[in-house]
């Protein structure tokens, strides 16, 4: 159980059967009266995100979360199997809640997987893979009198994304898992 006085940002809470992190925190002392907790929660299950104040006496649930190391294995359907990296117990999980993180999965990628109650409610991925571009235009010369300058490439899974004007069909590169963009070239020899 928290008190008031535990807030602080990072921390994960349970409010109404859910568990909610804190994104954003803020002491506030009233010249009168009590002092006032400001927080911007976001819903760990939907995403969505709200504000909340808590006075000193209000009390919060610490929610049952645990985290887990998890292989990917394979896709099913809709959704999408990883095994406990200890037990080899698979979990299936849903395209809705994995997002557009389906387009980087990759066959043995070890990832982190978010319990509440004994349920998965996130995946998180390594933060960089590497793909093979398997589309894109030609570079034009020239057109690098500007710095960054981008065009548009697809890997393997239809995946597009922005990439600088020097990469080519067949390129290696890296990608941030988080953002989903372009990071670097890798140089496979």
Do not use: W
């Amino acid at each position: 159980m928290y008190s008031a006085a535990d807030l602080k940002k990072g921390l994960k809470i349970e409010l109404d059967g859910e568990p909610y992190a804190v994104t954003e925190f803020e002491f506030c002392k009233p010249g009168k009266g009590t002092a006032l907790y400001r927080c911007k929660l976001k819903n760990l299950i939907t995403g969505s995100t709200m504000d909340r104040t808590f006075r000193p006496v209000d009390k919060m649930e610490k929610p049952n979360l645990e985290e887990r190391e998890m292989y990917y294995s394979y896709q099913d359907g809709d959704n999408y199997v990883f095994s406990d990296a200890e037990t080899y117990e698979e979990t299936y999980v849903s395209a809705e809640t994995l997002g557009k993180s389906t387009y980087f999965l990759i066959e043995e990628s070890l990832c982190q997987g978010l319990f509440f109650n004994g349920k998965i409610i996130d995946i998180t991925l390594p933060t960089f893979i590497e793909k093979v571009i398997t589309e894109t235009e030609p570079g034009a010369r020239g057109d690098t009198a500007s710095t960054n300058v981008l065009k548009p490439a697809k890997i393997d899974n239809g995946y597009e994304l922005m990439v600088p004007l020097f990469i080519n069909e067949g390129d290696t590169v890296k990608i941030d898992t988080r953002t989903g963009e372009y990071s670097e070239r890798v140089n496979k020899g």
